[in-house]
């Protein structure tokens, strides 16, 4: 692809999906107001679905501009915890009880995700979480989580304010107060809708876990009234222009809008996702100014492939000096000067100018007519050709494919080097 098409593809951001039970079978998942702001604010969402071993695969997903992990089942507690945070079993089974559709621990997402996250975080990838992916976030850079907030807060406050932090019988309509740090991206966002006073937004919520240590690197933007952490930030890592966003939020701001409406409750509610999108874009421009820049890499080739490069270069170079000698082609010669034929009959890669070329300076076994002739096989040759790879294995012709590939590169460049020497 010619680089300057790389200016018109939009960058690529990775939302892995959340799997369900519809109708007795599994199927996977992405909420749709995270796919519609990613796409309106000018990104493209990949979804990456949590199947068995993907998470071997996501190598397969690159290039990655951007990554948006959002909701999901509990994290596996072992990934941060070695005991059950004081909680007693019968505890346990009441938190099960109570939110079966959470507690269900699903490993191989958090596989997934975690690579993810710690993929982003190796390489200044833009990410954003939400919920779920918030708590992977401060998770996958050491910090731990409160495996049910009513119960481990309240032992830890037991005079402080009780805060509901889901309300099934009231889903999506429940809200509660969190406060807004002063100088941080989100007092930023909502700065218009906030009182000097008292710093608060009403925000949705839908989880029972959160943050409990929250990892040194972040710093917080938002609390609840039992002090839990509703939102946090790198600071260090935070800049949309120059492709540098690592954040979570515990409440969704996609999902915060007025009743049988698609309002938002306030003006900065998308704003988190149109500053991810910028740095995701910025980190795109950056990636791509970065390959566009970086030299070329010489082609390598194993001992057998360099071993038939040379034959061919010698082939040529015979054919080259019949020509320019004006003398036959010696007995013994015949079949050095036939490789390069026969390379030639199947390489597709030759310009016309370098077909040209060859006719003018006949470097060929004879003369430049017979050599061209050469390079169009008849259409029974053609048939034969066909028949023969039509009986073939995928690998034999995917070897094949990469190895002419391979050798008319090579022939081209040193040809076209060549060709230039000899007309100068």
Known sequence: MAASDLSVILPRVLVVSRRCVRKNKFVDFVGEYHLDLIVGYGAVPVIVPRVAGVHM???SFEPIHGVLLCEGEDIDPSLYETDTSGLSQEELEEIRRLHTSDTAIDKEKDTIEFRLAKLCL?????????????????VACGGTLYQDIEREI????????KVVHID????????????I??????????????????????????????????????????????GLIEGFYDPDAYNPEEGKFIMGLQFHPERMRHPDSDEFDYPGCPAAYQQFVKAVVAYQNKLNSSKLSAPKKALKLDNEMEKKRKIIVRSFSLAKNLYTTGRDAQPEKERELEVGAEFLESNTALSVQQENRLKQMGATIRNGSSYIEKLKLNEARERTAKNVMGKMTIEQLSDLMSFYHMMGQICSEVLERKLNDIVK
């Open 57 to 59: 695969l996501l190598d």
């Open 154 to 161: 309240r032992k830890k406050s037991p005079g402080g304010e």
């Open 168 to 179: 099934y019988d009231n889903y999506d309509g429940h809200r509660h107060r969190v406060k």
């Open 122 to 138: 190796e390489r200044n990838i833009p990410y954003l979480g939400i919920c779920r992916g918030s708590q992977v976030l401060n």
């Open 181 to 226: 740090v002063e100088n941080t991206p989100l007092h930023n966002w909502f700065r218009d809708s906030l009182d000097e006073e008292d710093m608060e937004i009403m925000v949705n919520s839908y989880h029972h876990q959160g943050v409990k240590v929250l990892a040194q690197r972040f710093v917080p933007m938002a609390f609840a009234p039992d």
